[in-house]
């Protein structure tokens, strides 16, 4: 009897751990399932358009930035006054001033890109500021 109870008590060890392999092999599918599904569904941050991302972002200030397309570029300018300033300009004069405050271009940079004398490009950048200045200040925004 003792035999008996040896090999039943095997018997019930190995339906045992074949249910224990079972629901551990279940439950390894059913991992990777979701993880495929999941994966389906997810995007890299580098692959999102900056519509999205802004949409996604979370910040104190109640007001969106205002985005400027700079070239290949986009610049967020927070300063409502400023940006509201900016569009005053015409595109060529924004962009010139966005290059060289925000992307951070030389004049020289810019003289090349606009195909100018960096001397031109100084005198127009300054001009641009004061401007710019005139415009906040009329608005009692500075």
């Not at 008590?9 to 190995?14: D, H, L, P, S, T």
């Not at 205002?66 to 400023?82: C, D, I, K, P, Y």
Request: aromatic share 10%; with cysteine; charged share 30%.
């Amino acid at each position: 009897m003792n035999e008996l109870s040896v090999s039943v008590q095997k018997q019930v060890e190995q339906q045992f751990h074949n249910f224990c392999m079972t629901i551990l092999r279940n439950e390894t599918r059913d991992i990777y399932r979701e993880y495929a599904r999941q994966k389906k569904h997810e995007k890299f941050l580098e692959d999102l358009t900056l519509e999205e991302l802004l949409e996604l972002s979370v910040s104190d200030e109640l007001k969106k930035p205002t985005v400027f397309v700079v070239g290949e570029n986009f610049v967020l300018v927070r300063n409502e006054a400023l940006a509201l300033a900016l569009e005053q300009l015409a595109a060529q004069k924004r962009e010139l001033i966005l290059l060289y405050f925000f992307l951070n271009k030389t004049d020289q940079e810019i003289a090349e890109l606009y195909d100018m004398i960096r001397q031109t490009v100084t005198y127009q950048r300054k001009s641009i500021l004061k401007q710019l200045r005139l415009y906040l200040e009329m608005d009692d925004l500075l």
